[in-house]
């Protein structure tokens, strides 16, 4: 908890009694749910390297129609 207020302070200039006192939670939440989070198989290493997983990261390209079928089942 302490290490994501200490991120959102850093990142916005606010001080720890700001975020907590004047800023808004749910605006919070909000702010939350469009951060960046990145999922991996903790018992994987990368291939020939021997490191953790989750040190590189691979794009791959996406088409319109392949994202609204995905958002599909949210209607």
């Given at each position: 908890?302490?290490?994501?207020?200490?991120?959102?302070?850093?990142?916005?200039?606010?001080?720890?009694?700001?975020?907590?006192?004047?800023?808004?939670?749910?605006?919070?939440?909000r702010?939350?749910?469009?951060?960046?989070?990145?999922?991996?198989?903790?018992?994987?290493?990368?291939?020939?390297?021997?490191?953790?997983?989750?040190?590189?990261?691979?794009?791959?390209?996406?088409?319109?129609?392949?994202?609204?079928?995905?958002?599909?089942?949210?209607?």
């Amino acid at each position: 908890m302490y290490g994501l207020c200490g991120q959102l302070c850093h990142h916005f200039g606010w001080s720890l009694e700001y975020l907590l006192w004047d800023v808004d939670y749910a605006f919070l939440q909000r702010m939350l749910i469009d951060a960046p989070s990145y999922d991996y198989d903790k018992n994987e290493t990368d291939k020939g390297s021997g490191k953790p997983p989750g040190k590189t990261v691979s794009y791959t390209d996406q088409t319109p129609e392949q994202l609204f079928s995905m958002l599909e089942k949210y209607k």
